[in-house]
């Protein structure tokens, strides 16, 4: 079992920008498809964004295309999300997710098997 640890969330403006970064230890990282993900009140947890092992591969949901961007450090075992031009609705809890030994950017929640205990992040307007 892989334990995953976010940190990085915080208060910011629109418009404004945050690092979340993710620390895996427990399990080879370096083979585990990660993923971000955030659940807002009231709102299904969704995908935001996913990364093959190798970083050759990812995905993004439509919402935040072009503003988020998602990266891996397997030397760190590391996951990071740099969120650009934030907007209100982007306020939830981000979670950190691993999906064990997968080749390609998990497009399914239920194909993450681990997850963290999610950082806040919250945009005011």
């Known amino acids: 079992q892989v334990q995953l640890a976010e940190s990085g969330g915080g208060l910011v403006q629109v418009g404004g920008s945050l690092r979340l970064s993710c620390g895996a230890s427990?399990?080879?990282?370096?083979?585990?498809?990660m993923g971000w993900l955030r659940q807002a009140p009231g709102k299904e947890r969704e995908i935001v964004a996913s990364i093959s092992w190798s970083g050759i591969s990812t995905y993004y949901a439509e919402s935040v295309k072009g503003r988020f961007t998602i990266s891996r450090d397997n030397a760190k075992n590391t996951v990071y999300l740099q969120m650009n031009s934030l907007k209100p609705e982007d306020t939830a809890v981000y979670y950190c997710?691993?999906?064990?030994?997968?080749?390609?950017?998990?497009?399914?929640?239920?194909?993450?098997?681990?997850w963290g205990r999610g950082t806040q992040v919250t945009v005011s307007s």
């Open positions: 427990g399990r080879t990282f370096s083979t585990d498809g």
């Open positions: 997710a691993a999906a064990a030994r997968s080749s390609r950017a998990v497009t399914t929640l239920t194909d993450f098997g681990s």
